[in-house]
């Protein structure tokens, strides 16, 4: 699928008639986001669902929401300045959207920080599950941000309004690749959610050996 979608982003679809062959990184740029969001209500759902039942199958969910999300917000957040740079003439502008992003960003590194830098207890995933809920609130705000103010960053192309919208081709592509992108944020959130669950079971395994010495 990320090949079928590289080959459409790259050759399938047309060139923009402004902005020119910069504008196709618009096809990762995007599902990047898509992708990156998706993971991070993932993370919320997950650590809403453990706060209301201790499951530590929720707790590994959270987390591999989160390191996936985080990924691919890193990629998004890559991907806007090499495009705004030849377009703005400046890698960055402290727009709304920008800055909501990259505050995003920050949150959930600050959210991972947490979860290794302190000590493994009862009280560790409920302060990191949340914070996971509050920083969700960030998310309808970032995808709002061009819709309600006006700002450097282009506007929605897609459920913009009467005067949005793509090209057919250019339209394909981009779902192509949101297609792709999501597919492959699946595949990497059951990876790393099986990963942490091995690591729970093997934590639990040492806490008991541990006990059985003591005892």
């Not at 990184?25 to 453990?50: D, E, G, K, M, R």
């Not at 706060?51 to 707790?59: H, P, Q």
């Not at 727009?95 to 302190?118: E, G, H, I, K, N």
């Not at 949340?130 to 700002?151: E, G, K, N, Q, S």
């Amino acid at each position: 699928m990320l090949l079928a979608a590289l080959w459409w982003a790259l050759i399938g679809a047309p060139t923009e008639a402004t902005m020119g062959t910069i504008q196709r990184i618009f096809y990762y740029h995007v599902p990047a986001a898509a992708a990156s969001w998706t993971a991070f209500l993932i993370n919320a759902a997950a650590s809403l669902a453990y706060l209301k039942t201790r499951s530590l199958k929720a707790d590994a969910l959270a987390v591999a929401g989160a390191e996936v999300g985080l990924a691919f917000l890193t990629i998004n957040l890559i991907t806007g300045p090499i495009w705004a740079r030849p377009v703005w003439g400046v890698w960055w502008e402290w727009d709304p959207r920008l800055t909501l992003t990259l505050a995003m960003w920050v949150m959930y590194a600050s959210y991972l920080m947490l979860r290794q830098l302190t000590p493994e207890s009862d009280h560790q995933p409920r302060l990191a599950a949340a914070l996971a809920i509050f920083f969700a609130a960030d998310i309808p705000i970032d995808y709002m941000a061009i819709r309600w103010w006006r700002t450097q960053h282009p506007q929605p192309v897609l459920f913009g309004g009467p005067d949005s919208g793509l090209a057919p081709r250019m339209l394909a592509a981009l779902l192509l690749s949101m297609a792709a992108f999501l597919a492959l944020m699946g595949m990497l959130l059951w990876l790393r959610y099986r990963q942490e669950r091995l690591s729970q079971r093997l934590r639990l395994a040492r806490q008991e050996q541990i006990l059985s010495a003591v005892l």
